[in-house]
């Protein structure tokens, strides 16, 4: 009796671990697109300090990233069994954030005037030759980077709960499905973010060595690296657009009806009708996200401003 009280028991946890590594699959598959626009920002957030703390600050804001879903996985799974309700108003307000922040980097040029960028230019020179001082700027970038990810995590956890939810899963394989989402999501950015920000010291390493053609591949690292931090940068922040107005379109119905209607009158085209029916709601959605972004900077304007006034 014992051993067939065993042999069940083992069966039940093999059948348990099949459902969730088919959920964490399905979630993780859900989950691809907002991976690829936090990978984006995040590469970007975490650029710009020296080559020797670079793999230091990766890894400080991986850790803070997965202490955000520390917090977001019991957090996601009390909101959804109490108040689910709260849920969406939560992500909007999370999606008109990532607006906000995007919008704010395009208004740059136009909320502050050159001796202000000339003035920041000169902070930096002058904490790049203070340990001091260049730890105050890597501590903001930390924090901003962070922040940004606590957002991106909570559209994973709530997509990845989504996705557990219609499977009919036990709340055990809920919290263990989540937890593993989390984790391979996590790992896999930072993993990447670690790579690409090192690129640049892979390809002068290269081009140090003998053979000609590791030194070109070496040559060709350092030559691309510059072209593509500056890239990340732009897909950084149509990544916040994207992702920002995208958690407002799904949320609210009839931008979410147009989207569909504008993929619906365009997929008839002829030979690109499919890619413009993919395109068109992506497009809607960083369109509404960068004018969710200029509303919510017009307001956090004003208020600062009135703020000084007092």
């Keep these: 009796m014992a051993a067939g009280s065993l042999l069940a028991l083992i069966d039940d946890i093999a059948s348990v671990l099949d459902d969730v590594a088919l959920m964490s699959k399905v979630a993780a598959k859900k989950t691809a697109g907002v991976l690829g626009d936090d990978l984006a920002l995040n590469a970007q957030q975490v650029t710009g300090v020296n080559a020797d703390r670079e793999l230091p600050v990766v890894w400080a804001v991986g850790v803070g990233s997965l202490k955000n879903k520390a917090i977001l996985v019991p957090a996601a799974l009390a909101i959804s069994a109490f108040i689910p309700q709260a849920i969406t108003p939560l992500l909007m307000v999370g999606g008109a954030y990532l607006c906000y922040e995007g919008f704010e980097k ?3 040029k136009f909320l502050h005037s050159a001796a202000e960028d000339a003035a ?3 902070e930096l020179a ?3 030759a203070s340990n001091a001082d260049m730890c105050e700027v890597e501590k903001d970038k930390i924090k901003g980077a962070i922040r940004t990810d606590f ?3 909570a559209e994973i956890i709530v997509i990845a709960l989504g996705v557990v939810n219609e499977q009919g899963a036990s709340f055990g ?3 263990a499905a989540l937890v593993a989402v989390s984790i391979a999501m996590t790992v896999g950015v930072y993993g990447i973010v670690a790579g690409i920000v090192k690129i640049d010291d892979l390809g ?3 081009s140090r060595k003998s053979g000609s053609a590791v030194r070109a591949i070496g040559n060709m690292l350092l030559k691309g690296a510059p072209m593509l931090m500056k ?3 732009v897909i950084g922040t149509v990544a916040m657009f994207m992702v920002g107005g995208g958690i407002i379109g799904h949320a609210f119905e009839p931008l979410h009806h147009l989207a569909e209607g504008a993929a619906h009158a365009v997929a008839g085209v002829p030979a690109v009708g499919g890619l413009l029916a993919a395109v068109a709601p992506t497009l809607i959605d960083a369109v509404a996200g960068v004018l969710v972004g200029a ?3 017009l307001v956090v304007t004003i208020v600062q401003r009135l703020r000084g006034k007092k």
Aim: charged share 10%.
């Design 173 to 175: 394989a809920q919290v």
């Design 120 to 122: 920041h230019e000169e």
């Design 126 to 128: 002058t904490a790049l």
């Design 204 to 206: 002068l390493y290269l």
């Design 295 to 297: 509303v919510v900077l």
């Design 106 to 108: 395009l208004a740059h």
């Design 231 to 233: 890239s990340l940068s």
């Design 151 to 153: 957002i991106l995590s």
